[in-house]
């Protein structure tokens, strides 16, 4: 049987490592490829393409109708953008913004947050992008208040007239010293900027001066993490941080360099997925990104699909459940197969194991329509770390490998714990590591080890410890591992997978339960509509009552069984489940923006269905228990 054909794509930077062994007993990998020269500024990537491509598009995003649905595409070129970027650069420069009243943005992506964000970067001004979850789906504005209380920001960007009860929230918390912005209409009762304001500023000579004093150590944004049982960590990213990633990424994925990429994406910029690593590839190698304003569920894919017909992308990144539904589109839908499959030279994933069942569909769906597979590749990269620090690139990769280093990118790994179930923890160390965590300096020292490395909690194994160059996989967070009461060890990271992947399609995630306790549990999140479909029933059905269908009770009865009796342990064998009616809540920190569950703000705030699932409850209607026969 002949090897499978690929499509060519140039690669290289993480495909070699040199494997050293420190005298702590850590084992060193680091890149065969040196890392090159890189800009002092992300701006100077505007800049240069503006002036060897000044027509190229940047940014195309479609324009809002009247009726509230989405028309044509806008296009922004890059010559265009430095115009628009110097113009709101120097707005901000004239209001005195700096370090201490970064600039803050509530709403999703658009032109607007582009421009702002690179008109700050500009002159020198952070910019702070916000989940708008944060504003919009919060009922408490909690972690609303304590970002914005964190970077006091002078001026505080929103896409709307949606986001004034935030508005409203902010001025309470800072008072009269902040600039509110809006993109578009008026709010009542609250003085606003309009965002065609900061555009109209003249380009002066301050604006000038500001620019000159933009370096490597110039911060850049402040990003938020998700937070879990604590509260958001401010990650300060420098400019040297997202230049040097940035020329990580491209000795990675080289073909990047041979031409201008084109992307179609919807990752929130609030994240270091899509707002550093997709945004700055597009920058930095002169592409242009069209705003996808779709999103990976039920209600938003339509847009995406959509909009994947009309721009055939050159590279496409996604999280699983993204993946999921496009594969899905694709069965029957040919002119999105050609579209997708047209001149795209790779897939990538990242935020969440992918599926092999849904990276094999992508690869048939390939051959099908075009003759060859796309590779399917992936990353382990942080907000700390801007993002990109390992890439698992060949052929060969599977889900849940990560690969090997980037250039420029040291990686250590050092064990954790004792005995059979110590754990190697994965550390990072270079140029696009942050300096630490804003106005957190025991946070900070706690993230860094007495050599310099980020201490990620990340747990990775070899793929083959007798070859090392075969790369490492994900292993898991070691802080959600823990043991049975009777000492047994358990891995959290594998077991999910196994278990989202025995569950598909009616498996969103799983929480794994058991700590101290005799056996193991799970809190299973549904995907409701999967189980709505299996059913036959509409979208208004409410979640218990789609839960006690039948055809679903089944389902779940069928998944209990086969993870009792593919057990092979304590560790392993999953004992009871329970089907969560309510959806995770962002408020308590238990889900972010991406879709990603938190295991450790789940169980600290489901801590009393933990309690009932294991008392043996066994009247409870969305317990299940396996037949053990």
């Not at 084109?262 to 550093?276: A, I, K, R, Y």
């Not at 995406?304 to 589109?329: C, D, H």
């Not at 969440?352 to 048939?364: I, K, N, R």
């Not at 006690?548 to 009871?576: E, K, M």
Request: aromatic fraction near 6%; charged fraction near 20%; include cysteine.
């Amino acid at each position: 049987m002949s090897a499978p054909r690929y499509r060519d794509a140039r690669i290289g930077g993480a495909l070699q490592a040199s494997v050293e062994t420190a005298a702590d007993g850590s084992t060193v990998l680091r890149s065969t490829e040196p890392l090159r020269r890189f800009p002092e500024r992300l701006t100077d990537a505007l800049a240069q393409w503006a002036a060897q491509a000044p027509g190229r598009t940047l940014v195309a995003q479609r324009e809002r109708l009247a009726d509230g649905s989405r028309g044509d595409w806008h296009h922004v070129s890059y010559a265009q953008m430095l115009q628009r970027a110097q113009a709101v650069g120097q707005a901000l420069v004239d209001r005195g913004l700096g370090v201490d009243r970064p600039v803050a943005i509530l709403s999703d992506n658009d032109i607007e947050h582009l421009t702002l964000t690179l008109g700050a970067m500009w002159a020198g001004v952070p910019v702070a992008p916000i989940s708008s979850a944060y504003s919009l789906v919060s009922q408490d504005h909690g972690k609303l208040r304590h970002v914005v209380g964190m970077v006091t920001p002078g001026l505080v960007f929103a896409s709307g007239p949606a986001y004034g009860r935030a508005f409203d929230t902010i001025a309470a918390l800072l008072g009269d010293g902040v600039e509110f912005v809006l993109g578009s209409g008026t709010l009542a009762g609250r003085a606003t900027t309009p965002f065609e304001a900061l555009l109209a500023t003249v380009p002066g000579e301050s604006g000038v001066a500001a620019h000159a004093q933009v370096g490597p150590d110039t911060i850049a944004k402040f990003l938020f993490t998700s937070g879990s049982t604590k509260q958001p960590k401010g990650v300060i990213n420098t400019q040297r941080m997202l230049c040097a990633n940035q020329q990580m990424i491209r000795q990675c994925l080289a073909f990047l360099a041979d031409e201008p990429p084109v992307l179609v994406d919807w990752l929130p910029w609030n994240h270091t997925f899509g707002g550093n690593h997709n945004v700055g590839i597009v920058l930095y190698n002169g592409g242009t990104l069209h705003i996808d304003e779709g999103k990976p569920t039920p209600a938003g894919i339509a847009e995406t699909l959509r909009n994947l017909r009309e721009v055939s992308p050159t590279v496409y990144f996604n999280v699983p459940k993204g993946y999921e539904e496009i594969a899905a589109a694709m069965q029957d839908d040919a002119a999105l197969r050609a579209s997708m499959f047209r001149r795209v030279q790779l897939f990538m994933y990242a935020g969440a194991g992918l599926s092999q069942a849904v990276w094999d569909q992508l690869e048939a769906l390939g051959e099908a329509t075009v003759g060859e597979r796309v590779r399917m590749i992936t990353s382990l990269g942080m907000t700390e770390t801007a993002p990109a620090c390992v890439f698992a690139l060949g052929t060969a990769v599977r889900s849940g490998q990560i690969g090997l280093p980037a250039p420029g990118c040291e990686v250590k790994l050092t064990r954790i714990g004792d005995g059979p179930w110590a754990k190697t923890e994965v550390r990072f160390r270079g140029p696009h590591v942050m300096p630490g965590y804003w106005k957190d300096p025991a946070q900070t020292a706690e993230a860094f080890d007495a050599e310099g490395y980020y201490c990620t909690g990340d747990a990775v194994k070899f793929v083959d410890p007798a070859d090392p160059q075969r790369g490492l996989v994900f292993d898991g967070r070691i802080a959600e591992d823990f043991k049975l009461s009777t000492g047994t060890f358990v891995s959290v990271g594998p077991l999910r997978g196994k278990v989202i992947a025995a569950g598909a399609p009616c498996v969103q995630d799983a929480v794994v339960t058991g700590l101290n306790r005799d056996e193991l549990g799970l809190l299973l999140f549904p995907r409701l509509d999967e189980c709505r479909r299996l059913a036959g029933l509409d979208a208004t059905v409410p979640a218990p009552e789609v839960l006690h269908h039948p055809a679903v009770r089944a389902f779940f009865q069928r998944l209990a069984d086969t993870l009792w009796a593919s057990g092979t342990g304590s560790a392993n064998r999953v004992a009871r489940l329970h089907v969560l009616a309510e959806p995770p809540s962002i408020d308590k920190g238990e889900v972010t923006d991406k879709g990603s569950i938190n295991q450790r703000a789940v169980l600290q705030h489901r801590a009393a269905l933990v309690e009932a699932l294991h008392e043996g409850r066994e009247a409870d209607p969305f317990v299940i228990l396996p037949q053990r026969g």
